[in-house]
């Protein structure tokens, strides 16, 4: 792993965004995240690594409590954004969810025009007084997107007509023109080219100035080029969790170790 | 060890088909001619059901007419001479009569055409239902009295018949109703253009007529009657089902309850129409006291019928509606209501309009319901506009259908397949209604 270049390893503050403590995750019987305490820091990226099954999507959509969609799902154990716990009886899903974004694993844009898909976010949360405002916004977002270029000439056509790397961008762009404090990105970059990678991991670079980003990835090297924190799941375990530097150098279980020189996978 | 004997195996051309690749061919050809066979089967079927319907039905459309000028005595129609309608409506249509048979013999005398018919027996040749156009016509303009008026009548059933074919100078022999001598009078009334057949718009427009005049039959409060029921479906039965479906596929969670739900809805789909006619007559007739032969309680009867269908067809389509675009409507912060009304409907649009469409359809052609809460009833009075209508007697096009074939005159028999053709136009116009709204939508990709 020659290539790694590390990030800058300076986290801008201690400030802990997500807390979590014993969090157990029960699809019916199936338990797929076992006793996870975590921490995630604002202004910080970090990142999920695991085989695939391990639970690194399951868990991150506890975060934003995207599980409740799932009947069968169960989540316990105490998470808590800002420390308000938000699985209190007394917060609204809908409420957290405009405060952490999400893009998911498979690109999902809607199949609506490429300006509605960025525009539904900020309408519905009424952050645009104008048209001229909506417009700046989707341009802004687009651009951070990093496909703008690509699609400034014909917004009005369907996002589903979009390859599939550009649909994965315009999901990205979707997700932060709602101006989110957390954004949670599962595998963001698995159907993108190289350079649409770049663009992306550039983009995660420019947020952690604001916002906390969590990202899922397959990619030890985007890894070690974005996040400043890591964690190791394995079967539904939190192995291993700390600095990214430390992870891939110097990591204490063995498990790591196979995992990230490419043993287990 | 399995290398070496893959190798050894011979080499094969692509250019010659193996025997397995010929026989696999084979059933995709016969399977091919399969479908084709039951294609034309299907399409066969259709086209002699629509032949023989539209063959049947088409001469309903057409009628015939005698005009004559009629005289309108003043001493006979209006005997007090002070134009009161309230008097002049002593003289029954018995009073009018005896002034078209003059009028026709007055017009005979005129062409030249001399008949050894008896009065009554020249006057069998226009409708029964001519006095009563008469009546209405004086009633309604007093001053025409003591003037001679032009008058558009309706030739009698049998006449009727002559003109379409159906009857002629042999056939008249042997029939009580019509003797050969009047059709020469018609031949005579053919060529001087006294007498003619034209289209038939009062078949559209007209209400129905007793079995003694099947040339005066139309469908208008059939027609009316199908229409405020369709209404009444429509407005309770798409908003109920669309709002039972989305809360059943959407918002509960799934439990014993809505299993239990789910397979009832199944099965009333199942249930038997007549059944819902009985229900209809124990609860809206008889508990809730709605009158009888009303479009609201056929509407509302119907609308129970086709609750279900709309349900399942509903819920299919927002099945059918991937889960990733809830995900990303809810995953940006959208709610719930949000997430269906903005993203999930729209794309379930095209398949629950097809369904109601279907639901809608099939409500249109139902005729055993009606017949158990009293729309078979005989009715010749027009039902008022929209709000008060809904609660008049009315009639139905498929019950009219049944009605006509139970007659004993030949000539409803293609008053019958008129109104079949009427009720088929009317589903194509509704399908393509549906075509039409879902291409709408489906533009939208
Ligand atoms: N909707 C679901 N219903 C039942 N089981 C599920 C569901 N989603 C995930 N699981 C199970 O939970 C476990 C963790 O799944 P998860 O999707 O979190 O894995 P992952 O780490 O994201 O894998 P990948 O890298 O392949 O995306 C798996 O064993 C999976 O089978
Ligand atoms: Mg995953």
Redesign the interface.
């Known amino acids: 792993m020659n290539d790694m270049r590390f990030m800058e390893r300076a986290v801008d503050t201690d400030e802990i965004k997500f807390s979590a403590r014993g969090v157990q995750v029960y699809y019916g019987d199936t338990h797929a995240i076992k006793d996870v305490d975590v921490d995630i820091q604002s202004k910080t990226v970090t990142a999920f690594i695991g085989p695939s099954g391990c639970g690194k999507s399951t868990f991150l959509r506890c975060l ?1 409590r ?1 599980n409740d ?1 799932i ?1 069968i799902c169960r989540v316990e154990g105490d998470i808590r954004l800002d420390g308000e716990d938000i699985y209190n009886q007394k917060v609204d899903p ?2 957290l ?2 405060k952490v ?2 893009v ?1 694993q ?1 690109p ?5 025009s490429i300006f509605d898909n960025i525009a ?2 900020p309408r ?2 009424g952050l645009a007084a104008s048209k001229a405002e909506l417009d700046d916004i989707v341009e802004k977002s687009l651009r951070r997107g990093a496909i703008w270029d690509e699609v400034k000439d014909r917004l009005q056509a ?1 996002g ?2 979009l390859s599939g790397g550009q649909q994965q961008r315009l ?1 990205i762009a ?2 932060i ?2 101006e989110p404090e957390v954004l949670l990105m599962d595998e963001p970059c698995s159907a993108l080219d190289p350079i649409a990678t770049a663009q992306v991991e550039e983009l995660i670079d420019e947020l952690r100035t604001q916002y906390s980003v969590v990202i899922v990835t397959h990619s030890m090297q985007q890894a070690a080029r974005v996040s400043q924190k890591t964690a190791f799941f394995h079967l539904g375990n939190l192995v291993e969790f700390g600095e990214t530097g430390h992870i891939f150098t110097n990591p204490v279980d063995h498990r790591t170790e196979s995992y990230i020189t490419g043993r287990i996978g | 060890m399995s290398d070496a004997t893959r190798h050894s195996a011979p080499r094969t051309s692509l250019y010659t088909l193996s025997p397995l690749t010929k026989r696999r061919n084979a059933t995709e050809k016969r399977f091919k001619v399969y479908g084709l066979i039951a294609i034309s089967i299907g399409i066969l079927a259709l086209l002699v059901l629509l032949t023989s319907i539209f063959s049947n039905g088409r001469s309903a459309f057409m009628q015939t007419y005698v005009t004559l000028d009629v005289l309108l005595p003043a001493e006979k129609l209006d005997k007090n001479g002070n134009r009161d309608i309230e008097e002049m409506k002593a003289v029954s249509t018995f009073g009018y009569a005896p002034l078209i048979t003059n009028a026709l013999i007055s017009r005979l005398d005129e062409i030249g055409f001399a008949t050894d018919l008896k009065k009554k027996e020249i006057g069998a040749i226009v409708s029964k239902e001519a006095a009563a156009q008469l009546r209405n016509f004086v009633l309604a303009n007093p001053d025409s009295l003591d003037t001679t008026v032009t008058f558009e009548f309706l030739a009698g059933g049998r006449i009727d018949g002559y003109m379409k074919g159906r009857v002629d100078h042999e056939s008249a022999a042997l029939d009580n109703k019509v003797s050969p001598e009047q059709l020469d009078i018609v031949d005579a009334l053919i060529e001087t253009g006294s007498l003619e057949k034209r289209f038939n718009w009062a078949f559209l427009t007209a209400p129905d007529a007793s079995g003694q005049r099947p040339e005066a039959a139309g469908l208008g409060v059939a027609f009316l009657g199908s229409l405020y029921m369709m209404v009444v479906v429509l407005f309770l039965a798409l908003p109920v089902g669309v709002a039972a479906s989305i809360y059943l596929e959407e918002f509960s ?2 439990s014993r309850l809505t299993d239990i739900i789910e397979v009832n809805i199944s099965n009333l789909a199942a249930v038997p129409s007549i059944v819902y006619g009985i229900l209809g007559l124990a609860i809206f007739i008889n508990f809730a006291g709605l009158p009888q032969s009303a479009p609201i309680v056929g509407g509302l009867v119907l609308t129970l019928m086709t609750l279900p269908t709309i349900i399942i067809s509903t819920r299919a389509s927002l099945k059918s509606v ?1 889960p ?13 209501m ?1 997430t269906v009304f ?2 999930v409907l729209p ?1 379930a649009a095209p398949g629950i309009l097809t369904g109601t469409i279907i639901g809608l359809a099939q409500a249109l052609g139902e005729t055993a319901p009606l017949l158990l809460i009293g729309m078979v009833a005989f009715v010749r009075e027009y039902p008022a506009g929209p709000p008060e209508g809904f609660f008049d007697p009315a009639s139905a096009l498929p019950v009219q259908v049944y009605n006509w074939t139970q007659r004993a005159d030949p000539a409803f028999v293609e008053r019958a397949s008129g109104a079949i053709i009427v009720l088929l136009i009317f589903l194509i116009l509704m399908n393509a209604v549906a075509v039409l709204l879902r291409r709408r939508f489906e533009r ?2």
Do not use: E
Not at chain 1, 108 to 112: A, R
Not at chain 2, 324 to 336: E, M, N, P, Q, Y
């Open positions: 934003n995207m969609t009947d809908v409420q969810r405009a974004g999400m998911f498979k999902n844009p809607f199949p609506k539904y976010g519905i949360h369907p589903t007509g999901c979707r997700a023109a709602t | 969670k799934q991937p990733s675009i809830r995900d990303a409507a809810l995953g940006v912060g959208a709610s719930k949000q903005h993203h794309l939208r990709w």
